[in-house]
T-cell receptor, first 113, second 110 residues
């Protein structure tokens, strides 16, 4: 069975400080893992993906995530938050069967000026 | 490059009225197609997915239905809307293990 747990429903950071959004996964197979960002009333945009290559994955807008199999984690980080980063973030697992994607419940990121 | 379209962008419908939301994908063939619903302040709920024309898998039994009349067209329908059908509806496609989303339709049932 596949599932994703996003450990924080809300995260608040000051502009210019680091961002950490936490995600743990459960998968019976070698998973593919993704982070998406959603701005209000918009669709989801793919930030980055892990597909069994390098464990440190770099994405768009300065975000990166590290796949840690021993901890079953895929946390999203950014060294310095920008006001435009304020949005909802979703961690997603795909069990490499190709058809179904399992979403976390989302983390709302607030950036304080 | 691939593009996914959804329309309408917003919709206000009375309870008991029918619904038809359309999603089309350009630039790819034989994609997997998905309908999700997102209630206010909530995560995504998978409603339907399709791996080919006429092939629909329903994840949540309810008064909604989906059809895939063409390879790159996915339609979400209802004969009679309920208040609980209000939400943000997202269409997505996937191929090769990555999923991409349309801009969404905001449905308000009054």
């Amino acid at each position: 069975a596949q599932s994703v747990t996003q450990l924080d429903s809300h995260v608040s950071v000051s502009e210019g400080t680091p961002v950490l959004l936490r995600c743990n996964y459960s998968s019976s197979y070698s998973p593919s893992l993704f982070w998406y960002v959603q701005h209000p009333n918009k669709g989801l945009q793919l930030l980055l993906k892990y597909t069994s290559a390098a464990t440190l994955v770099k994405g768009i807008n300065g975000f990166e995530a590290e796949f840690k199999k021993s901890e079953t984690s895929f946390h999203l980080t950014k060294p310095s938050a920008h006001m435009s980063d304020a949005a909802e973030y979703f961690c997603v697992v795909n069990a490499n069967t190709g058809n179904q994607f399992y979403f976390g419940t989302g983390t709302s990121l607030t950036v304080i000026p | 490059s691939q593009t996914i379209h959804q329309w309408p962008a917003t919709l206000v419908q009375p309870v008991g009225s029918p619904l038809s939301l359309e999603c089309t994908v350009e630039g790819t063939s034989n994609p997997n197609l998905y309908w999700y619903r997102q209630a206010a302040g909530r995560g995504l709920q998978l409603l339907f997915y399709s791996v080919g024309i006429g092939q629909i898998s329903s994840e949540v039994p309810q008064n909604l239905s989906a059809s895939r009349p063409q390879d790159r067209q996915f339609i979400l329908s209802s004969k009679k809307l309920l208040l609980s059908d209000s939400g943000f509806y997202l269409c997505a496609w996937s191929f090769g293990g990555e999923q991409y989303f349309g801009p969404g339709t905001r449905l308000t049932v009054t």
